[in-house]
C-alpha cells in the first residue's frame, strides 16, 4: 500500500494514510507491550467582539478582533487543562526554577508574552512581590484572582508593541511554537522594550518525537507528528520548528541581544524512563497529550491540511496506543534560551 506525503519536503504523510492503516480490532493491549492502567490510573471589562470566539467542530479558538491571523492552540477550558499539565512538566524539568536568566531580586518589571493561563506569570509575581509583572495574551482566559502585582492584558504581540522603550528588566516568552513568522520580529520589539542589562528568556519545545534507540519509527504516528505539524506551519508561514536548529539564538543575536545561552532538555513523551524523576516528568507530559489530542491537531491537520474529521480521529487514537506502548522511548527537546540587552 503507498503512503503519499502532503508535503514531500518534510516527509508529512496524508490523513488517508491514517484511515488506510485501520484501527485494531480490539483495545486490548500485551501487558509487556503497554503501559495501559499504569497511566490511566495516574492521570486520573472586555469587548463581546474580543469574547466572540470562532468555533471549528465543537471547540472554541481566539476572536479575529484580537488577532488577524489565525493561531492553531484552542483557548477552551479542556486544552488549557491540558497546557496547565504540561506547564507542571516543565516547571519539574526545569527543578522549580521559574527563570535561567539571572535576575536581579529588585527587578521592577516585566512581562510574559503569551501567556495562556496565566500560571507562570502568577508564580512568578509570587515570587517577585515587588517587580509589576504583566501577562499578554490573545484571548482573556487568565484568572480574575491573580497577586496585586500582576496585570493581565489582551495583546497581539505580532504587532508593534505598544510598551514603552527600554521599560522591561525581563521578558519571558513559554511554549509560542506556530504563533509567529519571524522570530526576529518579535525579538527586535522585545529588544526596544527592554532595559539596557535587563533580559529575553524564550522557552519552548520541539514537535519533532524522536527516540535514541529508533523506537520512534519514521512513519509512526509519533514520528509523524512533527513532520505533519511541520508540514501545516509551512502552508500558513508560521514558524513551527522553534526549537529546532540554532533558530531562536540566531534571531536574539540578530535583535541585539548579547551574553546568549542555550539550555536543551529531553522531555520524555510518556513514563518510559526508569529514573524516577523522568519517569514523573514523562506522566505529565503523556497526560498533556491524552488530554487533548484533538485540540492540538485539530486546526493544524484539519483547517491547514484538509484532514477529515474521521481522519483526525483515527490518527488521534493510534497516537494515544503508540504513547501506551512500554517499548517506545520517545521524547522531545525543551530549550532554553536567554540573551542580555547591552549596557
Known amino acids: 500500500m503507498s503512503n503519499p506525503v502532503d508535503d514531500a519536503s518534510s516527509g508529512a504523510l496524508l490523513g488517508a494514510h491514517w484511515t488506510q492503516q485501520g484501527l485494531p480490532a480490539d483495545d486490548t493491549d500485551d501487558a509487556d507491550s503497554t503501559l495501559g492502567d499504569e497511566i490511566e490510573s495516574s492521570t486520573a471589562s472586555l469587548s463581546s467582539s474580543i469574547l466572540n470566539y470562532r468555533n471549528i467542530n465543537g471547540r472554541t479558538y481566539h476572536s479575529h478582533a484580537a488577532m488577524d491571523e489565525e493561531y492553531w492552540a484552542p483557548n477552551d477550558p479542556k486544552h488549557l487543562e491540558?497546557?496547565?499539565?504540561?506547564y507542571h512538566a516543565i516547571d519539574m524539568m526545569l527543578e522549580g526554577k521559574l527563570h535561567q536568566a539571572p535576575l536581579s531580586q529588585n527587578i521592577?518589571?516585566?512581562v510574559d508574552i503569551g501567556t495562556g493561563s496565566g500560571l507562570w506569570a502568577i508564580d512568578f509575581a509570587d515570587q517577585y512581590t515587588n517587580c509589576t509583572v504583566i501577562g499578554t495574551d490573545i484571548s482573556p482566559v487568565q484568572p480574575s484572582w491573580v497577586p496585586?502585582?500582576?496585570l493581565f492584558e489582551i495583546d497581539d504581540a505580532t504587532k508593534e508593541w505598544t510598551f514603552r522603550d527600554d521599560y522591561f528588566d525581563y521578558i519571558h516568552m513559554q511554549l509560542l511554537n506556530g504563533a509567529f513568522d519571524s522570530l526576529t520580529?518579535?525579538?527586535s520589539q522585545a529588544f526596544r522594550c527592554c532595559k539596557p542589562g535587563g533580559w529575553l528568556e524564550h522557552v519552548d519545545t520541539s514537535v519533532m518525537v524522536t527516540s535514541d534507540d529508533g523506537s520512534v519509527k519514521e512513519n509512526s504516528p509519533l514520528g509523524q507528528y512533527g513532520k505533519l505539524f511541520e508540514a501545516a506551519g509551512n502552508r500558513v508561514n508560521r514558524m513551527s520548528r522553534t526549537a529546532d536548529f540554532t533558530t531562536m539564538?540566531?534571531?536574539m543575536k540578530e535583535a541585539g541581544f548579547q551574553n546568549i545561552t542555550v539550555k536543551k532538555?529531553?522531555?520524555?513523551?510518556?513514563p518510559w524512563p526508569s529514573d524516577k524523576r523522568m519517569k514523573d516528568i514523562g506522566l505529565y507530559a503523556y497526560a498533556t497529550m491524552t488530554t487533548d489530542v484533538e485540540g492540538i491537531i485539530q486546526f493544524m491537520f484539519g483547517t491547514i491540511l484538509g484532514w477529515s474529521q474521521q481522519e483526525i480521529a483515527?490518527?488521534?487514537?493510534l497516537l494515544r496506543r503508540q504513547l501506551r506502548r512500554k517499548d517506545v522511548h520517545g521524547y522531545y527537546t525543551l530549550k532554553v534560551v536567554y540573551g542580555q540587552k547591552p549596557q
Open 249 to 251: 539564538e540566531d534571531a
Open 314 to 317: 483515527v490518527y488521534a487514537d
Open 108 to 110: 521592577e518589571n516585566a
Open 185 to 187: 520580529h518579535i525579538y
Open 82 to 86: 491540558a497546557l496547565d499539565i504540561f
Open 265 to 270: 532538555f529531553k522531555i520524555p513523551i510518556s
Open 148 to 150: 496585586p502585582n500582576l
